[in-house]
Structure formats: C-alpha cells, structure tokens
C-alpha cells in the first residue's frame, strides 16, 4: 500500500500563534494533496486541492490567507494555520494521489494532526 | 460540498454478526472506495471500486459497485471487537479531481 505521515500528531499552542503540520508521501509521489478538517463525530470536510508546484485551490468559505498551503515537491505539502484562535482547533488530516499507475485511482490518507488552540 | 447519503449512521451489533452498509448518491460515480477510522486516526483504505457492478473482497470484507454507478454497500462478516470503528464511504464522479465522503456508519461490536 501507500503510506503518507503527518507531523506532528498533536500540538497545543496559543492564541495568535502560527502552526505548521506537515504532509508527506512516504512510497509514492503525489501529484495532488488535499487538506481536510474533521470536527467530534463529523465527516471530513476538504479545505484546499495542493498540486506540486502551483497555488492551492480553496473550497468555498475556507480563508486561504488564513491557512497558507504550500506544496514545494512531489512527496511534501504544509499547511500553517496563521494566528490561530481557539475555534481552529480540530482534526487536520492530509491525503495524496499518484503520480501515475494503479496508485493513482486512489487516496491515501495521513494519520492525521490534532491541534488545540488555548 | 456534495456528500453521500450513509445509511444507517450507527450500528450496535453483537460478536459473530455480519453486518452490512450502505452508500447512496443522486450522481454517477466512477469510482468507489471504502476506508475505515479509528479515533484519533486518519483514514485507512479498505477496498476500491472501479466498474459497476464490480463485487470485491478484502478478507471478512466485501464491497459492491451499483450497477446504476450511484450506490455502492459494504459487507463485513463475523464481526469481531476490532472491527469497531467509523466507516465512510467516497467516490469521485467523471473527471472531478476531489473526493466526495459519505456521512459515515459508526460501528460498535459488543462481546
């Protein structure tokens, strides 16, 4: 299978503080990466697309100013939650697709970053 | 978003039992794929789909492809304690790069 990590697991910061979680795919490259957010007992919500190379695309109502998505290589994506509140405190959960080959028709999902805003 | 309709939302079954979910959409869907989260986890891919019609197994795990490409179900046999869990469902329709979730089947096993 495909393997994709995510760090770190869990962080607690302060308010107005600036995190940065990391994606990567560990076996495979991947064209695209996606961010998801996954608020208690809720189904994923994707925030932004990340293809290699080129400026995220945000779904409606996510700020992009506010969570900057960078996607430098072929194996790494960040997303960094700037000035971050208490109400962004949640599951943040990255995914990948292949390049190419019978990888590409699926997603892969990291073990996801619990972030805690005090 | 768009998201598909998982029924039923939970599910208390008893050790031994089979159980079966299911996914339903007013869109095609070109693939189908089942993933399975723990809490505190990321999800964890269980099976694809790619044809209608397609029927495919991954151990007590068996997954379906409507033949209308707008559903799909999954089946899991004699349950057991670690099967407990969140199940969603997803699929990606005709050209559209994003992933659409399922509402989730929220799964307790009791011994």
């Known amino acids: 299978g495909a393997v994709v990590s995510q760090h770190p697991s869990r962080v607690i910061c302060k308010s107005g503080t600036s995190v940065k979680i990391e994606c990567r795919s560990l076996?495979?490259?991947?064209?695209?990466m996606f961010w998801y957010r996954q608020f208690p007992k809720q189904s994923l919500m994707l925030m932004a697309t990340?293809?290699?190379?080129?400026?995220?695309?945000?779904e409606q109502g996510v700020e992009k100013d506010k969570f900057l998505i960078n996607h430098a290589s072929l194996t790494l994506s960040t997303l960094t939650v700037t000035s971050a509140h208490p109400e962004d405190s949640s599951f943040y959960i990255c995914?990948?697709?292949?390049?190419?080959?019978?990888?590409?028709?699926?997603?892969?999902f990291g073990p996801g970053t619990r972030l805690t805003v005090l | 978003g768009q998201q598909l309709n998982q029924s039923p939302q939970s599910m208390f079954i008893q050790e031994g039992e089979d159980v079966s979910m299911n996914c339903t959409s007013s869109?095609?869907?070109?693939?189908w794929l089942w993933y399975k989260q723990d809490p505190g986890e990321g999800p964890v891919l269980l099976i694809a789909l790619y044809k209608a019609g397609e029927l495919t197994s991954n151990g007590r795990l068996t997954a379906q492809f409507g033949i209308t490409r707008k559903d799909s179900f999954l089946n899991i046999s004699a349950s057991i304690p670690s099967d407990v869990g969140i199940y969603f469902c997803?699929?990606?329709?005709?050209?559209?790069?994003?992933?659409?979730f399922g509402t989730g089947t929220r799964l307790q096993v009791t011994l």
């Open positions: 990340s293809n290699e190379g080129s400026k995220a695309t945000y």
């Open positions: 869109s095609i869907f070109n693939t």
């Open positions: 995914s990948a697709r292949a390049v190419a080959g019978a990888l590409s028709r699926e997603q892969f």
């Open positions: 076996d495979f490259q991947a064209t695209t």
């Open positions: 997803a699929g990606f329709t005709g050209t559209a790069s994003k992933l659409t």
